[in-house]
């Protein structure tokens, strides 16, 4: 929280500067860029996977089930339903990486909002919103995601309710803790005292100082959500079959495990990549953003 909070840009005049040092940083370091271009690689085979050339990912035959990996005509091998590996992957990957940030960009913009309301205004609107999230904060994050998507039921949009509800406490407490800290500066006085509304304050001088903080933060629940979602479908409360996801390939693979390892441990080993990588990519970006030059 303290290395968020000293991530507070400069005034708001200084914003299109301030961007263009943190991309200049950002560059200078070549795992978090790496990362950041092999994240781009995984999302853009995932969106445009129908022009690929891939087969089939729903077509199966019992004949050529969990064919090793390197046979020929499937180079990943195939699944407990001979489905093929390459293609059941990539198109896995659109499922999972939508789990992962669209649950993270709903509670960024909910989270947001409720976080400038509660540190601008203070007082009893801050003790309501805050305690309210504090509530949820009793709750281990995995166990509360785990609860309410039994509560609602499986399907990709309960697990999107369900993340999103996970993530929203978290970014309404960064987004309170740095708004009151921008409420106290001085040119936010100086606006007050020339009688400016409470809303232009807000949109004018606290806001683009308040995003980036918040969003470094968002980014590194990315993974966090990934690795929920993919949770969620291998205990059967997120993706339904035959949809392919990272997370229901594992479970579908499990009981292969001891017959083709290898194949059955490649769902896991994207999620653990992508997690990585998005972890060293918000790593990256906190430290071009903690730097000032």
């Not at 290395?3 to 400069?10: D, K, P």
């Not at 949770?231 to 292969?256: C, D, H, I, Q, Y």
Request: proline share 5%; with cysteine.
């Amino acid at each position: 929280m303290a290395v968020i909070t000293e991530s507070i840009a400069a005034p708001v005049e200084r914003t299109q500067g301030y961007w263009s040092g943190v991309a200049r940083r950002f560059r200078r370091d070549p795992v978090a860029v790496g990362c950041a271009v092999l994240l781009l690689l995984l999302i853009l085979a995932a969106i445009f996977a129908p022009y690929l050339g891939l087969a089939d990912p729903y077509a199966g035959s019992m004949a050529r089930r969990l064919r090793r990996i390197g046979t020929p005509g499937f180079p990943l091998g195939t699944d407990e339903l001979g489905r093929d590996m390459l293609a059941r992957l990539v198109y896995g990957g659109r499922l999972t990486l939508f789990l992962g940030i669209t649950p993270v960009v709903a509670a960024f913009c909910i989270g947001t909002v409720l976080g400038l309301v509660a540190g601008y205004v203070g007082g009893r609107t801050n003790t309501v919103i805050m305690r309210l999230v504090d509530v949820f904060f009793a709750f281990p994050s995995v166990l509360l995601a785990i609860a309410i998507s039994g509560a609602l039921g499986a399907g990709i949009v309960n697990s999107l309710v369900s993340l999103t509800i996970v993530f929203v406490p978290p970014i309404t407490r960064v987004a309170e803790s740095v708004t009151a800290s921008v409420r106290s500066l001085d040119y936010v006085d100086a606006a007050r005292a020339s009688g400016a509304g409470a809303f232009t304050i807000v949109r004018v001088h606290v806001l683009g100082n308040v995003l980036g903080p918040i969003f470094v933060y968002a980014t590194s629940l990315t993974s966090v959500s990934m690795i929920l979602a993919a949770g969620l479908s291998f205990l059967g409360l997120g993706v339904k079959p035959p949809e392919p996801e990272w997370g229901l390939m594992l479970n579908t693979l499990r009981t292969a495990i001891y017959i083709n390892p290898w194949v059955a441990a490649l769902p896991g080993l994207m999620i653990f990549v992508t997690s990585l990588c998005l972890n060293l990519v918000s790593d990256g970006l906190r430290s071009a953003m903690n730097v000032r030059d």
